[in-house]
């Protein structure tokens, strides 16, 4: 990868020594922070002192090292890289035991269960298996330097871990593995309301494009296991296809290097991650656009933005605003007047955010839905200012987090702009800038909205946009003021600027579990037949069933003879008591006094309002206040099956009690 320039020997092993010393001596931090929390007396646990003596042995011995190396590195060093030479097939034997190691670790049920949410430990596994990946990399390919060898074992080891992580989401458990888990595979049955239900029902509200691409496994009465691959691979597949999409623009010709930087785009775009929606208009536009032909420059803009005016308020101007960067990055000023030169980049915009508009209003007459006002809420919802900084909600803070992650890139962007300023006019890199800048606060905006600030998805549009200037400036694939001058394929970038841009998404990504879920086929059974003879207990009396949650069960066919109440799905009831919608909230409440439903299917209900400190307290408190007090002052709990997020609540008789 001659794109880097590498570090001298000396600089590269001490930074090695550093690292490693780094992380033992947190690690040791994170148990003895780990020990006080479980009341674990350290002068009588062996095992927790043996733990902690090897990270305090690693430490020494990497500052050992580190002294040793101030009076005779070359000999240190020459020493350790000797190491290199040795038969090629124990290189792919260790290469294969290092890329296994860091997923067999923390799979580990003792491993997570101890210690999973330790983040030092977890890195200082990742970076000793990264280690000896290194060493294997380099016995297999010795022409690699050694910085290259673990920069490419780096990335091959954390696609493999993205991998394995998002395997286990797919799985044949009957009911939800997360808060709103199988809404996604309810919302997209609305589309086939007809086939699946008997009956055309309003198509949904919030992430329409979302649902629309996960319906397609209705179309084969697929099952539930079915459902979930297809979201895993839509999520994999269609970030995994901007890569090739920019690739194709970048016009990279060493394989090498394609490669490797597909592997890091991939793991950055999935950081956040990107939503998979967003991925289509992204993909038309770095597939269709053209700055050079108008057809195809119009054709590309107008379909993103439909497509983005149908997903998200917030991406109206995303499909206009990546448009112009692209024009900007490819089409020099040339001494052009300021107003010619903007015209199309400025009419892509103001057109396209328009077209957003039209698409969506569009969407809302079509959809069956009475109340236009119902696809807005999340404009009135409140802001909540303190999740900028480090919160019980994200222990980063939203703001120090995506300044964390965009620090390393903007850096190189920097040296890149400031290396090459003879090439770019004002006007262009202002635009850019001014681009990126809207599309970061817009992210901002919207994480700090209730319901949101838990990650950094909602910056998913900045990040894509990031990725696309960066790219453009690394391998010098835009167009300079003197197009008879043209750069070479690479702008080398030091070693230490690369591996602080790939270890970003890494960091992130190594904080993930690989965790498999494990039921027992037969109790799920049983909990079903319980639901369906609930089910047609009530049908027997005419009466009439909710399902808040669980809704799947009804669109896949695992419970049969339910008439499906529209209303009231649970995404749907958070964000309107999220949004405190209070004509919303009030006919709600008016249905749960008057006991229209017989039954109602939710999770178990637990009335407990948070103190701010906690994590999603306004959320909680939200949907404590608007939704689960009145059902709970008008139905009883009457079934429980708790391992499995499923209560069945039947009306109270008598005198009402409240919570």
């Given at each position: ?54 990270l ?73 298996f990264?280690?000896?990946g ?19 074992f ?65 179309l ?155 696809f ?6 409140p ?19 995506a ?59 900045y ?38 841009v ?20 037969s ?34 066919g ?28 009030a006919h ?23 103190a ?29 099956f ?18």
């Amino acid at each position: 990868m001659n794109f880097i320039t590498p570090p001298s020997r000396r600089t590269f092993w001490r930074v090695i020594l550093v690292v490693t010393a780094a992380l033992s001596l947190l690690s040791i931090f994170d148990l003895i922070n780990l020990a006080a929390k479980l009341d674990v007396n350290l002068s009588t646990q062996i095992s927790w002192q043996a733990g902690i003596a090897a990270l305090a042995m690693l430490t020494l011995l990497a500052l050992l090292g580190l002294g040793v190396s101030l009076r005779s590195g070359d000999q240190l060093w020459g020493r350790i890289e000797a190491l290199g030479f040795i038969q090629k097939r124990i290189g792919i034997v260790i290469i294969v035991a290092a890329l296994m190691g860091f997923p067999l670790v923390i799979s580990n049920s003792f491993f997570q269960q101890i210690l999973g949410g330790e983040a030092w430990v977890r890195l200082l596994v990742f970076w000793m298996f990264a280690l000896a990946g290194m060493w294997g990399v380099k016995i297999f390919r010795n022409e690699l330097s050694w910085s290259v060898a673990l920069i490419a074992f780096m990335l091959c080891q954390s696609v493999l871990l993205l991998l394995l992580i998002n395997i286990p989401s797919v799985t044949a458990y009957p009911f939800s593995m997360g808060w709103s888990e199988t809404s996604r595979y309810y919302y997209p049955s609305l589309f086939l309301s007809h086939k699946i239900f008997g009956e055309q029902f309003g198509l949904p509200i919030l992430h329409p494009t979302l649902h629309f691409l996960l319906a397609a496994p209705y179309l084969f009465d697929a099952p539930l296991w079915a459902h979930r691959f297809w979201q895993t691979f839509l999520r994999l597949a269609l970030a995994g296809l901007i890569v090739p999409a920019l690739m194709s623009r970048l016009a990279i010709q060493d394989r090498g290097v394609k490669i490797f930087a597909g592997m890091w785009m991939i793991l950055f775009l999935l950081m956040g991650p990107i939503y998979l929606h967003l991925t289509i208009p992204v993909l038309i536009l770095l597939w269709g656009f053209s700055p050079h032909s108008s057809t195809r420059a119009w054709v590309a803009v107008l379909l993103a933005s439909l497509w983005a005016g149908t997903s998200r308020v917030n991406w109206y101007v995303v499909p206009g605003m990546i448009a112009a960067v692209l024009y900007l990055l490819e089409v020099p000023f040339n001494g052009k007047n300021f107003w010619r030169y903007i015209f199309k980049p400025a009419s892509w915009f103001f057109v396209g955010t328009l077209t957003a508009f039209a698409s969506m209003q569009v969407y809302i007459a079509f959809s069956g839905i009475p109340n236009p006002e119902d696809f807005f809420t999340s404009l009135s919802s409140p802001l909540l200012w303190y999740r900028l900084l480090p919160n019980e909600s994200y222990a980063f803070g939203i703001l120090p987090a995506a300044l964390f992650v965009s620090l390393p890139m903007w850096i190189v962007l920097y040296a890149q702009f400031r290396s090459c300023r003879a090439d770019w006019h004002p006007v262009r890199i202002l635009f850019i800038l001014a681009a990126l800048l809207a599309l970061f606060v817009g992210g901002l905006i919207v994480s700090l909205k209730i319901g949101g600030g838990a990650d950094l998805h909602n910056l998913d549009a900045y990040f894509t946009m990031l990725l696309i200037v960066f790219s453009y400036l690394v391998f010098a694939r835009y167009t300079p003021e003197d197009q008879q001058k043209r750069t070479a394929e690479f702008i080398p970038l030091p070693w230490g600027n690369v591996m602080s841009v790939i270890v970003i998404p890494i960091l992130f990504l190594t904080q993930s579990n690989i965790a498999f879920k494990t039921y027992d086929p037969s109790r799920t059974d049983a909990v079903l037949q319980s639901l369906q003879a609930n089910v047609d207990e009530v049908n027997a009396d005419g009466g009439e069933i909710l399902f808040i949650t669980q809704r799947h069960l009804i669109s896949m066919g695992m419970l049969h003879d339910v008439t499906l109440v529209p209303e009231y799905e649970r995404e749907e009831l958070m964000e309107m008591a999220m949004s405190n919608n209070e004509a919303f909230l009030a006919h709600f409440k008016q249905e749960m006094e008057s006991q229209r439903f017989d039954l109602i299917v939710v999770d178990p209900l637990t009335f407990k309002i948070l103190a701010r400190r906690r994590a999603f307290s306004e959320e909680n408190n939200a949907w404590v206040r608007g939704i689960m007090r009145p059902i709970l002052c008008n139905y009883h709990l009457e079934e429980s099956f708790p391992q499995d997020g499923v209560a069945l609540y039947t009306p109270q008789e008598g005198e009402r009690v409240c919570p």
